[in-house]
């Protein structure tokens, strides 16, 4: 069953979107929530890579991550960024781009006690992206953690948190037989959504 009716689609994008999310939740697919993550880094390079979305509304679509990683040093000086899910076994595909801006630390306060405590020492151990002499020296960081937070709780780092990326345009994919894929995508402009059929 498709949610999206291609023939007469809806004026705005967001009841579609997370129909589509839903239904891929409910497949066997693991992990239905992840997405490619596009950021241009500092010099103008392009760099890629998959994060998992952890909140969608019509204010943006939200993942977490270490600052001062190489997206996260990329997403602070260049606050744009483009998402993509693909569903294989659906024959679909979700294309995203926007502005870029932190979430609250209320939001990232909330997110990060979620997390199981072993993430959370792996995370404040971690120096994300950059060198390491071996695996040992990162084991023994995470011991260091451990030992410092014995009994009591995993305190956020103030360099880890969440972002969201606006959404600025939203394409669905849709495949069908012979190649005759259906697209659509919508632009938010001036203050509504604009949509255009675009061709396969």
């Known amino acids: 069953m498709n949610s999206f009716d291609f023939e007469r689609p809806p004026s705005e994008p967001m009841t579609a979107l997370h129909a589509w999310m839903d239904e891929a939740t409910r497949t066997s697919l693991p992990n239905p929530n992840a997405m490619t993550?596009?950021?241009?880094?500092?010099?103008?390079?392009?760099?890629?890579?998959?994060?998992?979305?952890?909140?969608?509304d019509e204010r943006g679509a939200v993942f977490f991550t270490n600052r001062e990683s190489r997206k996260g040093l990329a997403l602070e000086t260049n606050k744009v960024a483009a998402l993509v899910f693909h569903w294989d076994c659906l024959e679909r595909q979700i294309r995203i781009e926007g502005t870029v801006e932190?979430?609250?630390?209320?939001?990232?306060?909330?997110?990060?006690?979620?997390?199981?405590?072993?993430?959370?020492?792996?995370?404040?151990?971690?120096r994300q992206s950059r060198?390491?002499?071996?695996?040992?020296?990162?084991?023994?960081?995470?011991?260091?953690?451990?030992?410092?937070?014995?009994?009591?709780?995993?305190?956020?780092p103030a360099h880890w948190g969440g972002y969201r990326?606006?959404?600025?345009?939203?394409?669905?994919?849709?495949?069908?037989?012979?190649?005759?894929?259906?697209?659509?995508?919508?632009?938010?402009?001036?203050?509504?959504?604009?949509?255009?059929?675009?061709?396969?």
């Open 37 to 56: 993550l596009a950021t241009v880094d500092p010099d103008g390079s392009p760099s890629a890579r998959i994060v998992l979305l952890r909140g969608l």
């Open 102 to 126: 932190h979430v609250s630390e209320e939001e990232s306060d909330t997110y990060w006690k979620s997390r199981p405590r072993g993430s959370q020492l792996a995370a404040r151990a971690s």
């Open 131 to 156: 060198p390491i002499e071996d695996r040992e020296s990162f084991e023994a960081a995470c011991r260091a953690e451990e030992a410092r937070f014995e009994g009591r709780e995993v305190e956020r």
């Open 165 to 200: 990326v606006a959404l600025k345009k939203i394409e669905f994919w849709q495949g069908m037989n012979s190649r005759m894929h259906d697209r659509i995508t919508y632009r938010f402009e001036a203050g509504d959504w604009h949509l255009e059929r675009l061709s396969p």
